[in-house]
């Protein structure tokens, strides 16, 4: 019985107890860094990263400032070529704050703060708000006149300079080539310039009224492949009309039934759809309203110029003209579809404000995006306008009165309407930042 219970004791003590024999790198991790069984094992001697991802749209962003602070003092690392980062070392149960910075970008989130739980936290991702400068229309000087600042909002720097008024700037990514309309030589027409306002050039000279420029892109199918389009007054009605970035090879897009007003022309693939789509706004089944409906015609490549626009439009979608809203007593316009494809940006103007909301091409799922009052303390709505998609389409910007006083542009969040920031500030209205698709 005595050799049985001093065997008993020795097999007690060779397994151990509490922390005997511990050789722990992380949290119940082996010693070459891996989690093994049995999480928490050790845990008051492990240590755990954070780690995450910083982008510029869908692209990786090296050399971005990464900050932690919380339980140590603060501590700083940069993004790798990949856009990665990471911090390790990090105490279990402790709170932390990582903070990205850059000259060139805002992020979102702003900040994200983590409390480690026995676990590796691997989810901290940063993207910009917008990827790259924005163009927009100011009166501050005293008319209208075309501006550029950078992704943060800053170096606001004024690139057209005639006592005219000039309009409706539209941002070529693909070219790095601004589209605008002017009444500079008398009547509005279209014409094109560089970034820095630089190479000015004039496309359109017709007696009618040609104005809100937009881009078709070089991956447009025939015959709209990296085309100018554009609203006209040629024919006697507002039409949509294209041209090449040249100002050649001008050629009627749409031929209306019965009413006035075809207007901001938009164009992008809809996967959705499985095919390039048109979107435009129009008063074809309002006339005589002044109202108009958000409309988008399908596989585009496919149809005979000039597109007949009826004044009957059907909202199925097997129909090449399809009705998205149908509100004869509302004004909805200024459509601008996605980068991507999946949604339509469009401005709703109701009898007492106007909102931004966003849609699928389904229809079935739309969301006012900006349903606000002023933030003044008056009560009254803001009057919010002007969409327009950042180059990767996670934000929206748009021109709004709800600080009181003058228009001013704001970026908000695609899918929510989360307000981002402010990006200007100043006297005179500041509206229409930089049309893309």
């Known amino acids: ?120 936290i691997k989810v901290v991702d940063f993207e910009t708000i917008l990827q790259n400068r924005v163009i927009f229309l100011s009166s501050r000087d005293g008319n ?132 390039w789509v048109l979107v435009v706004s129009s008063d074809a089944q309002s006339k005589g309203t002044m109202n108009e409906d958000i409309l988008y015609i399908k596989d585009v490549e496919d149809e005979d110029l000039p597109i007949p626009i009826p004044s009957k439009i059907k909202t199925k979608r097997k129909s090449v003209v399809v009705a998205m809203t149908r509100t004869p007593e509302i004004n909805e316009t200024e459509p601008r579809i996605s980068p991507n494809g999946r949604y339509i940006a469009y401005t709703r103007q109701a009898p007492n404000n106007t909102d931004i909301l966003r849609c699928t091409f389904s229809g079935r799922e739309t969301e006012n995006l900006t349903h606000s009052a002023k933030m003044d303390g008056s009560g009254f709505p803001a009057w919010d306008q002007t969409p327009s998609w950042s180059a990767f389409g996670n934000t929206i910007l748009f021109a709004s009165d709800r600080k009181g006083g003058s228009l001013q542009i704001f970026g908000m969040l695609a899918l929510t309407g989360e307000i981002l920031r402010t990006y200007t500030n100043s006297t005179g209205e500041n509206w229409w930042p930089s049309r893309r698709k």
């Open 144 to 275: 209208s006149e075309i501006y550029s600042m950078n992704a943060k909002g800053e170096n606001q720097t004024r690139l057209t300079h005639d006592p005219s008024e000039d309009g409706d700037p539209s941002l070529s990514l693909d070219h790095g080539w601004i589209a605008f309309s002017s009444k500079r030589d008398g009547n509005f027409e279209i014409y094109r310039m560089n970034m820095d306002g630089t190479g000015l050039m004039r496309l359109t000279n017709d007696p009618g009224m040609d104005w809100a420029p937009s881009w078709s892109g070089a991956t447009a199918p025939h015959p709209f492949t990296d085309k100018v389009l554009f609203v006209s007054t040629r024919t006697g009605r507002h039409e949509i009309w294209m041209m090449s970035p040249d100002g050649t090879d001008q050629q009627q897009v749409t031929d209306t039934d019965e009413g006035l007003y075809t207007l901001y022309p938009s164009m992008a693939r809809a996967p959705s759809l499985d095919g």
């Open 1 to 120: 019985m005595r050799v049985f219970l001093i065997f008993l004791l020795f097999l007690l003590s060779s397994c151990g107890g509490g922390d005997r024999g511990l050789s722990v790198v992380g949290p119940g991790r082996s010693d070459d860094g891996n989690q093994s069984a049995g999480e928490g094992f050790g845990e008051k001697h492990a240590t755990y990263r954070i780690s995450g991802t910083v982008k510029n749209g869908d692209v990786p962003l090296p050399w971005v400032t990464v900050t932690l602070t919380g339980a140590l003092s603060s501590v700083v690392t940069t993004s790798d070529a990949s856009g990665n980062w990471s911090f390790d070392n990090l105490t279990n149960h402790s709170t932390y704050t990582v903070t990205p910075t850059s000259p060139d970008f805002d992020f979102y989130p702003l900040s994200e703060t983590k409390t480690i739980e026995s676990k590796d």
